[in-house]
């Protein structure tokens, strides 16, 4: 469904130039629930910048359901992430004069969806995600692990193709941060969600399939958790962490 190939991004000018990422390759299955993790300046957040179209490659090709979305013209780039990509940051980016409904339902608002469908996809997610009886609150009035579910809801609502996460827990407390990675398993789970998520918490990374470490802007190594149990697959996670060098506290 997703294809990384060989892709390079440069920062700088002629006289200083940083390599932020160095000939990166990985493919994501429909499906496929991914952490990537790294030390700061390992090209983590880059890597889902340039994935996102945030940011664009200085060379190779990424590729989301064979379009090439590192070639994208400008005019279609806004339409394109409304209809393929789900975002879900650190901070909630939930709009405050909306209530927790009209912030889920606003992608589908904008393809002006038909009023009374936009309810019923809202509350359909919103179940899903355990939200449905807050819907009619504004986000000044939630918690911050509601927030974030309401951003994960807002990021699928619309069937797109592909969430992407950036720290979805980094600002919540320990309680909140595990009922936001409980609930990303059920998407992925139950409704097939596909999940390229970021993060600096090998705790979080043990709810993935598959880890992705990267240093230098390389892949380093990866892990796939297959049948092992979450706690083994944690550990085996800080296993990896300690071979990377460095100052571990940066990362865990």
Known sequence: MLQIQNIE???GNKNQVTKALDRVSFHVDDGEFIAIMGA????????LNCISTIDTV????????GTDISDLPQSALAQFRRKKLGFVFQEFNLLDTLTVEENIGLALS??????HTVKEQVLQVAELLG?????QKFPYQISGGQKQRAACARAIVAGQTLLLADEPTGALDSKASKNLLEVMSRMNREINATILMVTHDAYGASYAGRVLFLKDGRIFNELFRGGRSR?????E???????LGGDISDII
């Open 9 to 11: 991004k440069y920062y």
């Open 231 to 235: 706690t083994v697959f944690y550990h």
């Open 131 to 135: 939200i449905a009886d807050i819907l």
């Open 58 to 65: 200085s060379a190779g090709k990424i590729l989301l359901d």
């Open 40 to 47: 700061s300046g390992s090209g983590k957040t880059t890597l």
């Open 110 to 115: 904008l393809n002006h969806e038909n009023p």
């Open 237 to 243: 996670i800080l296993d990896v962490l300690a071979l």
